[in-house]
Nanobody, 126 residues
C-alpha cells in the first residue's frame, strides 16, 4: 500500500520561500509519476507541478519560474521548492502519485492519480 505524507507547510511573508516534502512509503519514489496540487476551501484542486517516471517536469503557468519539483530517490521523498511566494499561493498543498507512466500533458490532471497525501497548509501573508 502506497502512502504519502506531506510536511513543510507554514506561514511565510510575501517573497519568502518554503520547501514542501512528501514522504513516500510502500514503494520507491522512482517508480511513481507524481505531482503537487493545491486547493482552497470550496474550490477544486489545481495542479501546480508534476514529474513523471522519466523525470519530465511540468508546471502550471502561475508558478513557472518560482516553484520547482524534485525527487530524492535515496530518501523516497518528493519535494516542492516554492520561491518568491505570493499571497495567492495560499492554499492547502497535496502530493499525489500513481505507479505508472504519465505523459507530461497529463501530469496536472487530478483524475490521473490514485494516491494522495493528507495535505499541508501554506499561508503567505504580511
Amino acid at each position: 500500500q502506497v502512502q504519502l505524507v506531506e510536511s513543510g507547510g507554514g506561514s511565510v511573508q510575501p517573497r519568502g520561500s518554503l520547501r514542501l516534502s512528501c514522504a513516500v512509503s510502500g514503494t520507491s519514489v522512482r517508480t511513481l509519476s507524481a505531482a503537487w496540487f493545491r486547493q482552497l476551501p470550496g474550490k477544486e484542486r489545481i495542479g501546480v507541478a508534476g514529474m513523471n517516471i522519466e523525470g519530465t517536469e511540468f508546471y502550471a503557468h502561475a508558478v513557472q519560474g518560482r516553484f520547482f519539483i524534485s525527487k530524492d530517490t535515496a530518501k523516497d521523498l518528493l519535494y516542492l521548492q516554492m520561491n518568491n511566494l505570493k499571497p495567492e499561493d495560499t492554499a492547502t498543498y497535496y502530493c499525489a502519485a500513481i505507479s505508472s507512466p504519465l505523459d507530461w500533458v497529463r501530469l496536472l490532471d487530478a483524475g490521473n492519480y490514485n494516491y494522495w497525501g493528507q495535505g499541508t497548509q501554506v499561508i503567505v501573508s504580511s
